[in-house]
């Protein structure tokens, strides 16, 4: 199956992300810890990457999609994947969407995790002090939800003139989320 999970930054995409690759058996390609990787390794494409990052502006496109493109080569991603933090803009959408016919493995699902801006605000100054994300500052969140509401939202539209959109509340306890997702795609899941 292969699956992507749209929503603001601390709308819960890693953290069911996590679950979902348990329950569905795929691997989770998640950008922002491809990018955190590189970063802790020194990589130049780490050097590039670490302050746009801690900004929390956009990394270049050309980038991620060369990261993804390398991803998606490795042979774990053949019976699929849930992919998480990408694409951000139209772009992105655009490109991945090529991309994936070019390699034979269209998008099955796309799962936009829907929760108001107080809730985000929250849930991120939480994780500020649980996990010290350099972007977690209230400087950087701020910029994250503008660039989010500018930028990642009309990706929404994108898969849903696709056909391909499913929406599912994101606030409630982890497990009541995640039955949500389950029940959400269980209807590709059985084409597929
Ligand atoms: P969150 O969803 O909580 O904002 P992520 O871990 O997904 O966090 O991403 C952290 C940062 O990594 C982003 O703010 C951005 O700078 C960079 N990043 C991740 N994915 C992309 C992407 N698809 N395009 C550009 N930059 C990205």
Do not use: C, W
Request: aromatic share 4%.
């Amino acid at each position: 199956m292969r699956l992507v999970l749209l929503g603001a930054p601390g709308s819960g995409k890693g953290t069911q992300a996590a679950r979902l690759k348990q329950h569905l058996q795929v691997p989770h390609i998640s950008t922002g810890d491809l990018l955190r990787a590189e970063v802790a390794a020194g990589s130049p494409l780490g050097v590039q990457a670490k302050e746009i990052m801690a900004r929390g502006d956009l990394v270049s496109d050309d980038i991620l999609l060369g990261m993804l493109e390398d991803r998606f080569s490795r042979p774990d991603t053949a019976n699929g994947f849930i992919l998480d933090g990408y694409p951000r803009n139209l772009a992105q959408a655009a490109a991945l969407d090529g991309l994936l016919q070019r390699i034979g493995q269209p998008m099955d699902a796309a799962v936009q995790l829907e929760v108001d801006n107080e809730l985000l605000i929250e849930r991120l100054a939480g994780r500020a002090k649980a996990e010290g994300r350099s972007d977690d500052n209230p400087e950087s969140v701020r910029k994250r939800l503008e660039v989010y509401d500018a930028q990642t939202a009309p990706v929404i539209e994108f898969y849903r003139q696709h056909g391909q959109l499913t929406t599912v509340d994101g606030v409630g306890t982890l497990d009541e989320v995640f039955t949500r997702i389950i029940e959400a795609i269980a209807p590709v899941r059985e084409v597929g």
